[in-house]
Structure formats: structure tokens, C-alpha cells
């Protein structure tokens, strides 16, 4: 058993208090652009392109994953007071979203550039590092004491004292951080060593097993949305089918285009 008292704050100046949410996700993102400046140089692409690509994925992350958490977890408070829907300091992030917001910045950096880019190609090296960054911000949801999981009515977990809580959670958020790293390793590998790998098959994998495994541990966290579906899965695991269905065809799609590529 864990007793958590960890501060969320990390420290403060003046007014302005730092979070290590916030120093999580900034970090995650500061080590995906060392990553991808490495892809780019190896590929030889303009890196100048790479900065505009970046600032485009991280509005579109917090846009997307914003606009998701409003409008699908608490959509009666957040119609009743979309003013709020803009205060993003004060939390409220969807991964469902952040993926459709991301998916549309690349598209949307693709035309800006006139499309001179791979858009599978680009996604590959784009969802390396965003596994990383999953597994950051869910550390960030742990310090911050959010996401949390079911009580585990045994003395394993993790007991969350400054919400006040005596009794032990399973931690969740750490579940989660820890398979989204294993899934970094395994595409960074994927990306490095094979070298015959066909352009979208990392992007397929990130979302085929992020989501199984978003899908998996969904059922030992608490439920996020206001509302219940009354059905067998929660709402974090129905969104999570979509993408793992989307995941499994971009495989079978990237497959199938190398193997006719091949025969030219």
C-alpha cells in the first residue's frame, strides 16, 4: 500500500503556481521534438518544417482533447456554462480527442506544405514519441490525484490521503503510464530495426494497442463521465473501440499497399 501526499504543485511563483501536470506534459513534448528532429536529419527533411508541424499537433492535442472532455464526459455542465469550456488550466482532458485533434493538425500541415510529405510516414514518426507523451500525462493525472481507480478492498493500492480518502484505489493512472510506455519502446524499436516495415504500420500499432490497453484498464478506474451508458462498458471503453477498429485497418491497409508496391 502507497500513501500518496503528493503536492500537484510543483512550486510557485508569485500568484503563478507550476504544476507537474504541467511540467509533464511540456517535458513529453520537449523529448518527442528531440525525437523527431532525429527522424527528420536521418531523413533528411526541412527541420524548419518540423517546428511548424509540432506547434500545429500541440493545439490540436489540446483543442481536441479539450473540446472532447467538455462535450462527451460533462456535456449537461458544460452547455450550461461553456465559459468553462475554455479554462483548460483547470483540467479536463480527453485522449480520444487529443488522437482526432492530432490526426487533423497532420492533415492540416500537410496542405500547408502542399502535401510534399507522406502523410503514413509522417504518422509513424509522429505516434513514436506520442506514446511517450500518453505515459507522461498520466503521470501528471497521478500527482494531480484525478482519473482515479476503483477501490481495490484490499490493502494493495494507492490511498490518495489529500482527497481525504482512508481506504486504497488501484493506481490507474499508473497502469496506464506504464503500458504506454511499453508501447513507446516497442514502436521506437519497431521504427529503428525494421527496416522493411511498411509506412503506417506504427501508426496502426499505436492506436491497435493504446487503445486495448485504454480498453483494459478502463474497468479498474472510477467512471469519468457524468452519465451512465447502463451497458456492460463504460464510455471510455466504447469510444476506445472505434480506434482500436481503425488501429487493426490501417495495419491491413499498410500491408497490403507495400505488398502492391512491391510487385511494381
Known amino acids: 500500500m502507497f500513501i500518496s501526499t503528493l503536492d500537484p504543485i510543483a512550486f510557485s511563483i508569485g500568484p503563478l503556481s507550476i504544476r ?12 518527442g521534438y528531440i525525437i523527431m528532429q532525429l527522424f527528420f536529419k536521418q531523413k533528411k527533411y526541412n527541420t524548419e518544417d518540423l517546428d511548424r508541424l509540432l506547434v500545429y499537433v500541440f493545439i490540436g492535442t489540446v483543442i481536441g482533447a479539450r473540446l472532447a472532455h467538455c462535450l462527451i464526459y460533462e456535456p449537461d455542465f458544460y452547455f450550461a456554462h461553456p465559459i468553462e469550456i475554455i479554462k483548460i488550466w483547470e483540467g479536463g482532458l480527453a485522449s480520444h480527442g487529443g488522437t482526432v485533434g ?64 482512508s481506504f486504497p484505489r488501484h493506481p490507474a493512472q499508473l497502469y496506464e503510464a506504464a503500458a504506454y510506455l511499453a508501447i513507446f519502446i516497442l514502436l521506437l524499436a519497431v521504427y529503428l530495426y525494421s527496416k522493411r516495415r511498411p509506412n503506417g504500420l506504427i501508426f496502426g500499432l499505436l492506436f491497435t494497442l493504446a487503445f486495448v490497453a485504454r480498453f483494459a484498464i478502463e474497468p479498474f478506474k472510477e467512471e469519468q463521465a457524468d452519465y451512465s451508458t447502463n451497458e456492460i462498458f463504460n464510455v471510455g471503453q466504447l469510444l476506445s473501440i472505434p480506434f482500436i477498429l481503425l488501429g487493426v485497418a490501417i495495419i491491413v491497409y499498410s500491408f497490403i499497399k507495400n505488398k502492391k508496391k512491391n510487385r511494381i
Open 20 to 31: 507537474w501536470y504541467g511540467i509533464l506534459f511540456s517535458f513529453g513534448f520537449i523529448i
Open 102 to 165: 492530432v490526426i487533423l493538425a497532420v492533415l492540416y500541415f500537410m496542405h500547408k506544405t502542399k502535401w510534399k510529405y507522406n502523410f503514413l510516414e509522417l504518422a509513424d514518426m509522429i505516434c513514436v514519441p506520442t506514446a511517450l507523451v500518453c505515459s507522461m500525462i498520466r503521470i501528471g493525472n497521478f500527482f494531480n490525484s484525478e482519473i482515479l481507480g476503483i477501490p481495490t478492498n484490499s490493502d494493495y493500492g494507492v490511498v490518495f490521503l489529500r482527497l481525504g480518502e
